[in-house]
């Protein structure tokens, strides 16, 4: 299973959650996990999602992820779970 | 399963406080490449290079963007030139052909660095060996990637103080070949004392005759991280109210737990770049390295710890804690630990110890006294360009007796820059920084250096 967490930072906006999970849903990715809290103003949201059936390449998703949070003004990146699980678990 | 804290914390040291790999090397043995022909010779480096590096860019960038974290150098390191040339290069201009098609394949895989135009003559100077270090000067002028090291002595060795008095002249040629820019040339330089066979970091790379055919070799940072982790420590400690500073025992274990995440990245990149590029993973460099960007400052940890400049009495002790936990934390991070791991203090890449400079706090003779319990040595640190070159041998021979006698790496890298004196800014650009002109002590070491010959190795009892 291959497993990226989906991070969304920014002002808190009607429909961002919605936009994600619709691009989410329509590229046969899987959501396994969300939570989200308040930071200093800013809203913060993560998704661990698994990419093992999305048609895409990550680099695909990425980007577009990408570009729905710059058309809505907040910052959403995809990083492969990887990074996390290495830093912070022995 | 991961939780949000933790995703907030690792993506704010990547995007507030500058964590990143600093470079994947690739280590390249040439050996196979040498030739009686010059031309067969430098084809055949050419092609070996090419193919083998062929990926390296691509893929740093795939990781990058795949695990968020920025891959800022991808590089290449090679066998020391001055064995891969010996049978073909008969005059320093052979040399310096070999220092074009190095240039060439390394502009044409993207790489911004090439390490390896290299002599090991810790002992004794080969008739190749001294043709490649008279060529260094033409060399780097005529080449924008490469970088060149000399290592002139080793604690088993001794020094080699024929080399050090030659280098004291190469350097200042090189100066002046490079006078166009600064005397940039000597900023890709560098003279050491004990040089690891798998340094991932410029200008010392190169890839050891003691190392497999091709090797990852990753060098990680993060100054930023540490600098902001200590801040949280005090600021901790400050709220809750008993007026006291963190003590060391605290401060220590805070490095340590940053250097620790922070090497864990660069083991995860090492061995991914490893998988996808089919080469196998050789070593993580647990290095503090700086920029001349706001906030990735080695100079800032200090003033962190609790010195006013970098400079000021009890920096030398503060140095050495930050190295030794660096190393402390990150070991166990990492399946292979090597190359220079510590923390660097060049001058012109470190806006904290620019400003220390300027502020009258740091002087070279003070750095000196911070290369004994750090990582390398002295590093990019501009000089005036009328400095003699027989100082310079001087200072490389200090420098090489801090590493021969203390079993470490020491490293010399000044650029004598032509024109310039006490009091000027030279500026390298870049990754490079700028630096102020500092002074050094005018008093002659000719009479020293011009004595020939080796300085025997060292006894290794009655460590006093």
């Known amino acids: 299973m291959t497993r990226a967490i989906i991070t969304v930072v920014g002002k ?24 989200q809290t308040i930071v200093q103003e800013y809203f913060n949201m993560m998704m661990i999602v698994d990419l093992t059936k999305s048609v895409k390449p990550f680099s695909e998703i990425s980007d577009e992820l990408g570009k729905i949070g710059e058309d809505t003004g907040v910052q959403v990146k995809c990083q492969l779970e990887d990074i996390f699980d290495k830093m912070h678990r022995i | 399963m991961i939780n949000l804290q933790e995703v907030i914390e690792t993506n704010k040291m990547i995007e ?47 990781i990058s963007k795949e695990f968020g974290i920025p891959v800022v150098n991808k590089r290449i390191s090679i066998t020391p030139i001055s064995l891969v040339g010996s049978s073909c290069c008969r005059t320093p201009g052979d040399y310096v052909q070999i220092a074009k098609t190095l240039d060439r394949a390394a502009k044409d895989v993207g790489v911004n660095f090439l390490g390896g135009y290299s002599a090991i003559v810790s002992k004794g100077m080969s008739k190749s060996d001294e043709l490649l270090i008279r060529s260094i000067p033409k060399a780097l002028a005529c080449t924008e ?6 290592n002139v002595g080793s604690t088993k060795t001794g020094i080699n103080m024929d080399a050090v008095r030659l280098m004291g002249d190469i350097i200042k040629q090189t100066a002046e070949e490079t006078q166009h820019a600064d005397s940039l040339g000597c900023a890709k330089l560098v ?45 901790k400690q400050w709220n809750s109210g008993d007026g006291q500073l963190a003590n060391f025992e605290v401060l220590c274990e805070t490095i340590k737990r940053t250097a620790f995440k922070i090497t864990r990245v660069g083991q995860l990149v090492a061995q991914e ?21 706001i906030g990735d400052s080695v100079a800032d940890i200090l003033k962190c710890i609790g010195v006013e400049h970098p400079g000021a009495p009890g920096t030398t002790a503060a140095l050495a804690l930050l190295n030794d936990q660096v190393k402390k934390g990150g070991v166990m991070a990492s399946s292979y630990v090597g190359g220079l791991s510590g923390a660097f203090i060049p001058v012109s890449e470190d806006q904290g110890m620019i400003d220390a400079v300027e502020a009258g706090a740091l002087t070279l003779e003070k ?36 590493g021969m006698i203390n079993q470490k790496t020491t490293a010399v890298r000044i650029i004598p820059v032509v024109g310039k004196t006490v009091g000027d800014t030279v500026e390298f650009g870049g990754l490079l920084g700028y630096a102020p002109v500092m002074p050094v002590n005018t008093f002659s070491s000719q009479r020293f250096v011009d004595r020939g010959g080796r300085i025997p190795a060292p006894i290794h009892s009655f460590k006093n």
């Open chain 1, 12 to 35: 808190d906006t009607v429909g961002i959650i919605a936009k994600v999970c619709t691009y989410l849903a329509d590229n046969q990715i899987n959501i396994l996990d969300i939570s």
């Open chain 2, 16 to 62: 507030q406080e500058h964590l990143d790999v600093r470079t994947i090397t690739m280590g390249i043995s040439l050996l196979d490449c040498a030739d009686k022909e010059l031309t067969v010779t430098c084809e055949k480096i050419y092609s070996k290079i090419t193919t083998l590096a062929r990926h390296l860019v691509q893929t740093g960038e795939d």
């Open chain 2, 145 to 150: 990637r490469i970088c060149s090291s000399i």
């Open chain 2, 191 to 235: 003279v050491l004392c004990n040089a690891p066979d798998d340094n991932p970091f410029m200008a010392g790379a190169f890839h050891g005759v003691s190392e497999a055919d091709a090797i990852i070799n990753v060098g990680v940072s993060g100054p930023g991280v540490v600098k902001h982790a200590l801040e949280q420590m005090d600021k």
């Open chain 2, 273 to 293: 770049a490893s998988r996808r590029l089919g080469i196998p993973f050789g070593i993580i460099d647990l290095s503090l390295a700086p920029t001349p960007a």
């Open chain 2, 367 to 402: 750095l000196e006294a911070m290369t004994c319990v750090c990582s390398v040595g002295l590093d990019m640190i501009a000089i005036p360009g009328d400095t003699p070159a027989t100082t310079i041998a001087g200072i490389i021979a200090d420098e090489s007796a801090i």
